[in-house]
């Protein structure tokens, strides 16, 4: 039951194994917080649930991870604060697949700055501002905007890849 149920969360075989392993051992480490005569049903699904949503917060705070096949040619170490320069933007932008790219170079010039400084960079929203000159409200209307044209131009590619449902 407790594998149904993560199966259904995580929509992966390995996810909602992992995922019903983590529950119970959790279930186990604080069987002495369980209350007698409680439903154990509900006290576990709990349980399973709440270490779902905690797992995926975890991972939504975390970077992409990306596996490189080492055939990449060396670039030089860049400081993540510097100013962006066309070298620091050109080597984010050949970790990227080349339709990737692609969708970044066709987004209108204010809205690919705000993208690349946000999501490659990993700038603030404040950072952001003070490096167009322009409101924080821009900027994450620039940013919404932008990943809205990039989430339309690469939907086949996310869905070919398994990255959309």
């Known amino acids: 039951m407790l594998y149904a149920v993560a199966l259904n969360l995580t929509r992966n075989a390995a996810d909602a194994e992992d995922l019903t392993q983590n529950a119970v051992v959790k279930a186990l480490r604080f069987h002495d917080k369980f209350k007698e005569g409680t439903y154990i049903k509900a ?13 995926y917060r975890k991972r939504s705070r975390l970077p992409l991870q990306v596996e490189l096949s080492g055939t990449e040619a060396a670039e030089t170490p860049v400081t993540p604060n510097s100013p962006a320069d066309v070298n620091h933007v050109d080597a984010l932008l050949e970790l990227l697949d080349d339709e990737v790219r692609l969708a970044v170079a066709e987004l209108p010039e204010d809205f690919r700055q705000a993208v690349i400084m946000a999501d490659l960079e990993e700038k603030s ?3 952001i501002a003070d490096i167009m000159g322009c409101p924080i409200g821009t900027v994450m209307s620039r940013l ?22």
């Open 43 to 55: 006290w576990l699904l709990t349980i399973l649930r709440n270490t779902f949503i905690n797992e």
């Open 125 to 127: 929203y404040k950072e």
């Open 144 to 165: 919404y905007r932008g990943r809205k044209i990039l989430r339309g131009q690469l939907a086949d590619y996310a869905q070919h890849r398994g990255l959309a449902r």
